[in-house]
């Protein structure tokens, strides 16, 4: 499986048998060239998970692709057809089998903040990305975990905890375009995360094995 970052939450996957491209928003970039995809998964409904002008474009580069997302993101992208699905779906997209997994919500940022939905995705049992939460798959053995790194909603000590509660094999961090210097979070990540886990931070627009 190879995996491409193109900042923040936005992550290309090539398991061999689909290319599946997550969260193409606007903190994002490098994505817009890109063809050849069997889906994209659109976490939530925030800008910095998608962004509908590039996605409009990006879709009209990749006819074949399904767009999928949850109900409250698809009713927010005004003359785009979206694939709705929840936690709980199994899809099957190009060759890859995709989980939607989490609470369906998105973390708390405050509790004047209503919360919107949220939808985590599992490729082929091995790669999970979350979204906007920190909700563990449940699972005893997962191959690489995208872990969001800075957010309004969250601290470095509960990243460092949803890290060692999934305990992935690799771990590469994502969402990290709201900080100043992630590398100071990669660090914590590297010092506390658990016996058996490494971290992979890729460069930016570069495939890597995972």
Not at 100 to 122: E, F, K, M, T, W
Not at 124 to 151: E, I, S
Not at 178 to 204: I, K, N, S, W
Request: net charge negative.
């Amino acid at each position: 499986m190879h995996l491409t970052h193109f900042g923040h939450a936005c992550v290309l996957i090539d398991t061999g048998a689909a290319r599946l491209l997550f969260d193409p928003g606007t903190f994002s970039s490098g994505f817009e060239s890109l063809d050849g995809l069997d889906a994209i998964l659109i976490t939530h409904q925030h800008a910095d998970h998608v962004d509908a002008e590039r996605l409009t474009a990006l879709l009209r580069a990749n006819p074949d692709a399904a767009l999928v997302s949850d109900g409250q993101t698809a009713g927010r992208l005004d003359g785009i057809d979206a694939r709705v699905a929840a936690p709980g779906d199994r899809l099957t997209l190009g060759g890859a089998d995709v989980a939607v997994v989490g609470s369906g919500d998105h973390a708390v940022i405050h509790r004047d903040i209503p919360l919107v939905a949220n939808n985590g995705y599992l490729v082929d049992g091995h790669l999970l990305h979350p979204g906007d939460a920190y909700v563990p798959p449940g699972l005893d053995d997962l191959a690489t975990l995208l872990l969001p790194t800075g957010a309004p909603w969250l601290k470095v000590a509960e990243a460092v905890d949803y890290l060692r509660a999934v305990a992935p094999r690799t771990v590469v961090p994502i969402h990290e375009q709201t900080l100043a210097t992630p590398a100071m979070h990669y660090r914590f990540f590297d010092q506390l995360r658990p016996e058996g886990t490494t971290l992979l931070v890729p460069d930016r627009e570069t495939a890597v094995d995972v």
